[in-house]
């Protein structure tokens, strides 16, 4: 068999979005599995809504994933330019193939005309198609139509007869009938090719033998094939993949939330999370297994098992995922990848000392099971960076103002700050000695603490969180958290 090539083309018009990193993804995979290559190509024809900071970000964020391209922008390879934009001549010389072969014939009707026809074929119950006028113009008509000044547009002679049969390694056969075809424009009138048009002459002169993409570009496949055709190029395999949709099943998009790729790196998803959530959007490998390092997709990824169905995106699940991966991380690990993140927030500064690494790393640590993201780290650890303590107002209330409270601290005061060494043997002793005296339940001498220390009533456990912040921060804390007591009850003794 041939080498398997094939190809991810996006159309740099916005970011890198889920949908568009699965194809990504599901390309990726397929040439690694196959020892195949693996190309990339700008579709950048739309020059009114193609831009250089889009193609960067799709750029980047395949980088980020880690999908790496055997071809294309920043690689090169021999079958290139692979901006669409770079290739204009090639898709002139195989428009005026088809012109000389009496495939495509230029078009002069303007916009208004086209619209009648529309119009016509709305109201006669017709499907809106064009109607092939200009198929057959005389040279007399052409050079009228010139000489009025319009620019042509070339159309593709479709042929209308019988079907066109999509073989296709997911759908199944799917068959079109050519009636439904009309003589598409396949250069505009600027000169620019369509994408039905420039994506055949370059999955064909890439040597593309597997187009795997979205499911709607299912109904372009019948345009696309009768080009192949005509022009005797090899058709390829396609594999269209089921839609991706949001959890009220309708098509995903911004209104559900994050769907750009940049956007979840951004908020601290790390990529073999990205990976393996993607891969399951419409692959399965088998009901038991769920966590895929890449290495073992690559192994076990093929389109026999691709759904037909459309896939739901669960931010749960990859939420869920990304814990799961964060967890496996090594503490170094972790470290390596959040440093930057906690240098951006303002929580350590640019140089990091071995003192305060082994502080972010003992932070990491009682953390690392307790975060969804690295950037739920922000949330979860400024109290151990910042000098102000930010209180959850709910919590100040819940606990602080509690009847009680401030006793419990006050007396907890002194012991905390003889204890010279904070470990975990040194201060469990001192809360449990108070909830003995008080006969109370061990959350309740916790709980205040815990509020006073990290300004809210959820943190890793309480001796842990002592220990890093050390006596003096804590003690003082616990001071703050006091005098906010006081002058609560004072002031009610006065609104009273
Ligand atoms: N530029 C097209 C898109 O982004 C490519 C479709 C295809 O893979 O053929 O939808």
Known sequence: MNQVRVRFAPSPTGYLHVGGARTALFNYLYAKHHHGVFVLRIEDTDLARSTEASTRAILDSMAYLGLDWDEGPEKGGDYGPYFQSQRLELYKEYAEKLLSMGRAYECYCTPEELDQIRQEAAAQGRDPKYDGRCRNLTDTQRREFVRQGRKPVIRFKADFEGTTLVDDLIRGQVIFDNNQLDDFVIIKSDGMPTYNFAVVIDDALMRITHVIRGE???????????????????????????????????????????TSVGQFQEEGYLAEAMVNYLALLGWAYDDSQTIFSKTELIEKFSLSKVSKNPAVFDLAKLQWMNGVYIRELSLDELYQRTLPLFKSWGFVPQEVGSELEAKVKSVLRVLQERVKTLADLKEASCYFFQDEVRYDEKAVSKVLFKEGAAEILS????????????????????????QEQRQCKLADVIQPVRVAVTGTNVSPGIYDVLAILGRARACQRIKDALALIKSRQEGQVHDG
């Open 216 to 258: 709607d570009h299912l109904s372009n496949t019948p345009k696309q094939i009768q080009i192949y055709q005509a022009l005797g190029f090899t058709v390829p395999q396609f594999a269209h993949i089921p839609m991706i949709l949001g959890p009220d099943r309708t098509r995903l998009s911004k209104r559900h939330g994050a």
């Open 411 to 434: 007396s907890l005061l002194p012991e905390l700050l003889a204890v010279k060494d904070y470990t975990q043997e040194n201060l469990e002793p001192v809360f449990h000695k108070a």
